[in-house]
DNA sequence: CGCGGCACTTCACTTGGTAAAGTGGTTCCG
DNA sequence: CGGAACCACTTTACCAAGTGAAGTGCCGCG
């Protein structure tokens, strides 16, 4: 690719510019979710781009994948402490739209977690 | 696209998260700079990729250009405040590459392929 | 037994970034 | 004075990543 992949910077970015990255680890601050879930929340990805990422994601420890072996098998998904130490970055980001962009600050989404 | 155009956090994201915005705008934080400055520290970046970039950050506010009519005519690119705004970001990033995936805390730019 | 949900995958298409080359202006050098 | 080189881009052709729509295999439900 061409940028250093000894810096931070460029390898953090890696992976959080990968479209709905972001999304999907804020949706999962506010708890453990399914894939049909996430599905619903994050309207207009598609199921394949959410099921890369997942992947991506689990592979990058960032997210966890478990299996539930109850029947019907369900999937969960929950953030690691390496999924939740991108929180900050999306604080910032909300500030910065806040701030500069002509964004309704408190359309955050549904739901101020308890 | 599909995501919530009022949300901070997606706004934000669509801007930041086009590939070598970050990069651009961690190069101008270290002082105003020249469209050929830029393309030799960002190595690897296409000068049509550079070009798009460094109109789209013009036109969203977070970098000026500047033609000074010298000759021959330069043309310089600086910050604004907005894009000083982005800044805290690129810490996190940092942090976050430092603390979870395996970069050298210092190779910030040029390897040191000694 | 057919319908619907879940967790995906496959396919055809569009969009965004890339590499390589080209453009039109300038100054530098012999 | 001619040619090489620099600057700030643009143009072209190409490729990879994301999209929308549909399909798959598995299940449980009425």
New binding site residues.
Partial sequence: ??VDPECPVCRTAEIVC???TLLVVRELDEGRS????LERSLT??????L??RLRELEQEGIVERQQLDE??P??EYALTDKGRALLPMIEDMRCFGERWLDCEADAVFSSPSA
């Fill in positions: 690719m061409a990968a479209k709905w399914r894939f049909c879930e207009g990805i598609s199921p394949r781009t099921s890369l029947l019907p369900r999937t």
